[in-house]
T-cell receptor, first 114, second 112 residues
Framework: GAVVSQHPSRVICKSGTSVKIECRSL??????MFWYRQFPKQSLMLMAT?????????EQGVEKDKFLINHASLTLSTLTVTSAHPEDSSFYIC??????????FGQGTRLTVV | DAKTTQPPSMDCAEGRAANLPCNHS???????VYWYRQIHSQGPQYIIH???NNETNEMASLIITEDRKSSTLILPHATLRDTAVYYC?????????????FGEGTQLTVNP
């Protein structure tokens, strides 16, 4: 069945550095992917919509220059957290829409900025 | 998309049925009810969805009231691995491309 693979599952980085998270759709193409962020004991909050071949659409309050999204192919979207700070530490999750199931989700990436 | 209301937490004994309610009183005619669950530190997992008829698959059953203002997700024989946060989401289309908006969900704890 359709699967979304997210990598890495866990990353620790130093404050001020950048981190790239990959989200791949396996066995299906995704012209749109979604990126969520989840803080402890909270629900998923949509950050941005990634569109293949065009600019991403960001939710209100999400800094587009800080969270760079690239959707260069029909199976890959990347989220780069630039100049990461401790407050960016969170659980990042991607998803790809899939008819019938609504969406398939990646495994999530636990980002810790120290 | 219509707003949903779920109890923040529920407990269930292992082996018993878990019935998770969801209110969606403002649902419109073309909106589907989706259920997902999120086990700790994992991405959400699709469970089931429906429009107005009751649905059943290998994971669960979905009962939607006739007026469609509420629904119940039923896990017939809950196991410890079913401990998770369960999200009820109402969405305007079954086709791909539209976003999913998550509420607070219900933390289901299955006890031995």
């Amino acid at each position: 069945g359709a699967v979304v693979s997210q990598h890495p599952s866990r990353v620790i980085c130093k404050s001020g550095t950048s981190v790239k998270i990959e989200c791949r759709s396996l066995d299906f193409q995704a012209t749109t992917m979604f990126w969520y962020r989840q803080f402890p004991k909270q629900s998923l909050m949509l950050m941005a919509t990634s569109n293949e071949g065009s600019k991403a659409t960001y939710e209100q309050g999400v800094e587009k220059d800080k969270f760079l999204i690239n959707h260069a192919s029909l199976t890959l979207s990347t989220l780069t957290v630039t100049s990461a700070h401790p407050e960016d530490s969170s659980f990042y999750i991607c998803s790809a829409p899939w008819r019938g199931a609504g969406a398939f989700f990646g495994q999530g990436t636990r980002l810790t900025v120290v | 998309d219509a707003k949903t209301t779920q109890p923040p937490s529920m407990d269930c004994a292992e082996g018993r049925a878990a019935n998770l309610p969801c209110n969606h009183s403002t649902i419109s005619g073309n909106e589907y009810v989706y259920w997902y669950r999120q086990i700790h530190s994992q991405g959400p997992q699709y469970i089931i969805h429906g429009l107005k008829n009751n649905e059943t698959n290998e994971m669960a059953s979905l009962i939607i009231t006739e007026d469609r203002k509420s629904s119940t997700l039923i896990l017939p024989h809950a196991t410890l691995r079913d401990t998770a946060v369960y999200y009820c989401i109402v969405r305007s289309t079954e086709t791909s491309g539209s976003r999913l908006t998550f509420g607070e969900g219900t933390q289901l704890t299955v006890n031995p």
